[in-house]
């Protein structure tokens, strides 16, 4: 599975931005597909994962409210919708793909290769 995240750039405290990670390759509707986020020095970060059927949904503590994750499978693409941005959301986002709704960024498969996300006045 290929994985092409989109969708970052500069945005103001207080203001929102939708990723979109598009996926190919093997068949996308049989894999979870998860979003994390990365800034230097620290570990990768869980956000969110949602199912292959897009049902079943799960969240990284204190990222449901501001942080919602949807996909296509008709499109092969999933999305996080970000409302209300922190300057402490500054990072490199990333999508993944993996056998199941992992909150685990070791269990996951496939890789894309980061958007970077900027939150700053």
């Known amino acids: 599975v290929q994985l092409q995240a989109s969708g970052g750039g500069l945005v103001q405290p207080g203001g929102c931005l939708r990723l979109?990670?598009?996926?190919?390759?093997?068949?996308?509707?049989?894999?979870?597909l998860g979003w994390f986020r990365q800034t230097p020095g620290i570990e990768r970060e869980f956000i969110a994962t949602?199912?292959?059927?897009?049902?079943?949904?799960v969240y990284g503590f204190s990222m449901k409210g501001r942080f919602t994750i949807s996909r296509d499978n008709a499109k092969n693409t999933v999305y996080l919708q970000m409302n209300n941005l922190k300057p402490e959301d500054t990072a490199a986002y990333y999508c993944?793909?993996?056998?199941?709704?992992?909150?685990?960024?070791?269990?996951?498969?496939?890789w894309g290769q980061g958007t970077l996300v900027t939150v700053s006045s």
């Open positions: 993944a793909a993996g056998p199941t709704t992992y909150m685990n960024d070791r269990l996951y498969t496939y």
């Open positions: 979109s990670c598009a996926a190919s390759g093997r068949t996308v509707s049989n894999y979870a």
């Open positions: 949602i199912s292959n059927d897009g049902v079943s949904t």
